[in-house]
Antibody, heavy 129, light 109 residues
Framework: EVQLVESGGGLVQPGGSLRLSCAAS????????MSWVRQAPGKGLEWVAN????????YYVDSVKGRFTISRDNAKNSLYLQMNSLRAEDTAVYYC??????????????????????WGKGTTVTVSS | DIQMTQSPSSLSASVGDRVTITCRAS??????LNWYQQKPGKAPKLLIY???SLQSGVPSRFGGSGSGTDFTLTISSLQPEDFATYYC???????????FGQGTKLEIK
């Protein structure tokens, strides 16, 4: 069964740090881009970060740049999110998600589509004193 | 940055109704548009990718259309299990910063 399981959430004080983990199973983890997405209480989904298969490319939403670091260990089939200098506005459920590539070719036209087709159940991070 | 705006923010409908949710991008994104469904306390679920391709296992009453800046998600005949919040997401941007719309909450009338 294809599965993602997040862990590492909890209560942390403002300015503190936390490391989230996401364990992947049932698919070849090293073949996929991976993402972190968060959802603040009562709010919508917010994309947080993406990482390439080999970890060589990483991208972040502006609000976490310089504070959060996405990483992966393909030997352990695991994705991570190191969160430093945490703020109250980082309080959210954090989901990891698999990014799947769909390649479409029609004549000379080629397109590469990405979508998040596998999600974990999420882990809750609360930043509060 | 590409901004995604959904309308309406909330919608009341009845079982059997045909429902349309709209998503607008702040710039052209061709057809690099995904739709997700989320139920309370659950992770999002992929419904549609590439604007109109139905994800495996998703009922055929869900359909997507659009290109450029304007997109729609249509549910042809609402079922009780369809009451949820729906999000669009663009996957066009380079670097890959795949922003979501703010969501549309579909409620029972």
């Amino acid at each position: 069964e294809v599965q993602l399981v997040e862990s590492g959430g909890g209560l942390v004080q403002p300015g503190g740090s936390l490391r989230l983990s996401c364990a992947a199973s049932g698919f070849t983890f090293s073949s996929y881009w991976m993402s972190w997405v968060r959802q603040a209480p009562g709010k919508g989904l917010e994309w947080v970060a993406n990482i390439k298969q080999d970890g060589g490319e990483k991208y972040y939403v502006d609000s976490v740049k310089g504070r959060f670091t996405i990483s992966r260990d393909n030997a352990k089939n695991s994705l991570y999110l190191q969160m430093n200098s945490l703020r109250a506005e980082d309080t959210a459920v954090y989901y990891c998600a698999r990014l799947t590539l769909y390649f479409h070719s029609s004549g000379p036209h080629r397109a590469y589509y990405y979508y998040m087709d596998v999600w974990g159940k999420g882990t809750t991070v609360t930043v509060s004193s | 940055d590409i901004q995604m705006t959904q309308s309406p923010s909330s919608l009341s409908a009845s079982v059997g109704d045909r429902v349309t949710i709209t998503c607008r991008a702040s710039q052209s994104i061709s057809n690099y548009l995904n739709w997700y469904q989320q139920k309370p306390g659950k992770a999002p679920k992929l419904l549609i990718y590439a604007a109109s391709s139905l994800q495996s296992g998703v009922p055929s009453r869900f359909g997507g259309s659009g290109s450029g800046t304007d997109f729609t998600l249509t549910i042809s005949s609402l079922q009780p299990e369809d009451f949820a919040t729906y999000y669009c997401q663009q996957s066009y941007s380079t670097p890959p910063e795949y922003t979501f719309g703010q969501g549309t909450k579909l409620e029972i009338k």
